[in-house]
């Protein structure tokens, strides 16, 4: 079990960059897949990025390829992602989530993204 706490969200203009940290407890956190998924107001849950436990293999999705960089560092128990050139359509509350092949098991309380057009 590994406990998520996500900051790092605010308001932003239109191509502006943030920068979002999800802090760990819990010694095992290395053992762990990280990711980062969004909700936007009225839509589903979607995934955003994720990234291997070593740092070794990172995923996006299509719309954050280029402009988003996921990366952890596992002696501060934080994985971070770095927006930038954010869009409106990036607005939505972000989470952090910790998982293992059975699934992404352990979730952040989220931290709002606004992009101001």
């Known amino acids: 079990q590994v406990q998520l706490v996500e900051s790092g969200g605010g308001l932003v203009q239109a191509g502006g960059s943030l920068r979002l940290s999800c802090a760990a407890s819990?010694?095992?956190?290395?053992?762990?897949?990280m990711a980062w998924f969004r909700q936007a107001p009225g839509k589903e849950r979607e995934f955003v990025s994720s990234?291997?436990?070593?740092?070794?293999?990172?995923y996006y999705r299509d719309s954050v390829k280029g402009r988003f960089t996921i990366s952890r560092d596992n002696a501060k128990n934080t994985v971070y992602l770095q927006m930038n050139s954010l869009k409106p359509e990036d607005t939505a509350v972000y989470y952090c989530?910790?998982?293992?092949?059975?699934?992404?098991?352990?979730w952040g309380q989220g931290t709002q993204v606004t992009v101001s057009s």
């Open positions: 990234i291997i436990w070593n740092g070794g293999n990172t």
């Open positions: 989530a910790a998982g293992d092949t059975t699934g992404w098991r352990n």
């Open positions: 819990g010694r095992t956190f290395s053992s762990y897949a």
